[in-house]
Nanobody, 126 residues
Framework: QVQLVESGGGLVQAGGSLRLSCAAS????????MGWFRQAPGNEREYVAA????????YYSNSVKGRFTISRDNAKNTVYLQMNSLKPEDTAIYYC???????????????????WGQGTQVTVSS
């Protein structure tokens, strides 16, 4: 069983920055790729970024590439999402997720993940 707890959300003005954290329980955290998704009211859950088990490879959606950075610290069982140059359209609930076993590709799909956090609200004002 894995538990994921996000933190770091809040209200920020456009152009500002936030750093989200996702703390994971369980000894096997470092074995799996991790991802960040977001969901705005009335919208489907949207892929944001993913990172390989060792942090050596990172992947981003086109909407956040160049502005967001995903990273992880396996010693702390934590994955991060640094968000810079925030825009009002980044407003959403942000979720971290752990990939399913033996999933190394298709990390942009929500179906590739088996555990999800409860989410943290990010609101960007114009």
């Amino acid at each position: 069983q894995v538990q994921l707890v996000e933190s770091g959300g809040g209200l920020v003005q456009a152009g500002g920055s936030l750093r989200l954290s996702c703390a994971a329980s369980g000894r096997t955290f470092s074995n799996y790729p991790m991802g960040w998704f977001r969901q705005a009211p009335g919208n489907e859950r949207e892929y944001v970024a993913a990172i390989s088990w060792d942090g050596g490879n990172t992947y981003y959606s086109n909407s956040v590439k160049g502005r967001f950075t995903i990273s992880r610290d396996n010693a702390k069982n934590t994955v991060y999402l640094q968000m810079n140059s925030l825009k009002p359209e980044d407003t959403a609930i942000y979720y971290c997720a752990k990939s399913k076993p033996n999933v190394w590709l298709l990390l942009s799909l929500a179906s590739s993940y088996d555990y999800w956090g409860q989410g943290t609200q990010v609101t960007v004002s114009s």
